[in-house]
């Protein structure tokens, strides 16, 4: 059998600005310990997923669908086997806000952010909304036909599935130190920072720094500078820019240091990654 590329493409369908959609095929990276700033349901269409969250490890299969709420740390890569390579899933990536306001309507109160169980396989979804998602991204001038699919999809996975609301995050000097830090990072990751000027700004122990970021965000400081980086650098090369140019104006000086770290993060390489998405 001839081996498959692998492939990742990302989609921002019109009208839906809240919402993005992962198509991937034979991507064999093992994922470490991570976080996501929006919620993600992921559907796996063939092969086997290993999901690492705290101390329980979860095997997501064919057909099964697994809900990350946002800020969850875990790991997850795809099960070693024989048809490996035709390890391939999408994905539906929606932002804490659009969720609020639809638990808000559903229920008809304000409502936070509702909750799901990282650690359960759901079989129980709308398959035929969640199949409308990603077929209507092809179709043009259905913008209407969209935001009914994703709504029809994620009102039942809230209604059937939701355990609630996600208890607000509780406030505290270190966590203040943590937001402050990280907003440094998301305004100067272009440039070289320090673990030592990062605790210094925090008002901390560059190791208790490290420890108490890797605890609230799933990344280590330095993890998170070389995410913002590959995150920049992906925006670009969707705009076209060059390989080169993308990695230097993201804050990388080294062209193999740049694809090692986007192939860690994104799955694919950078090539690649380009030839798929522009």
Known sequence: MKPIKPKLIFHEPDGLPDVALVEATGIDNQFPRHVHSSYIFTLIDNGERKLSVNSTTVTIKTGELCILPPGIPHKCEPISTPESELYSYRALCVTSNYMVRLTTEIYGRYCREPDFDPEIAYTD?????????????????????????????????????????????????????????KSFIDQNFQRQITLPELAERACLSPFHLQKIFVDEYGRSPQEYVIFKRIKEAQRLIESNTPLIEAALKSGFSDQSHFSKHFKKVIGISPGRFSKENI
């Open 125 to 181: 979804y709308d398959k035929t909304s969640f199949e409308d998602c990603f077929t209507l991204i092809h179709v043009p001038g259905t913008e209407l036909e969209r935001q009914a699919a994703l709504n029809s999809f994620l009102y039942h996975i809230i209604e059937k599935h939701s355990r609630g609301e996600r208890l607000p995050r509780k406030a505290g000097a270190q966590l203040v130190a943590l937001q402050r830090v």
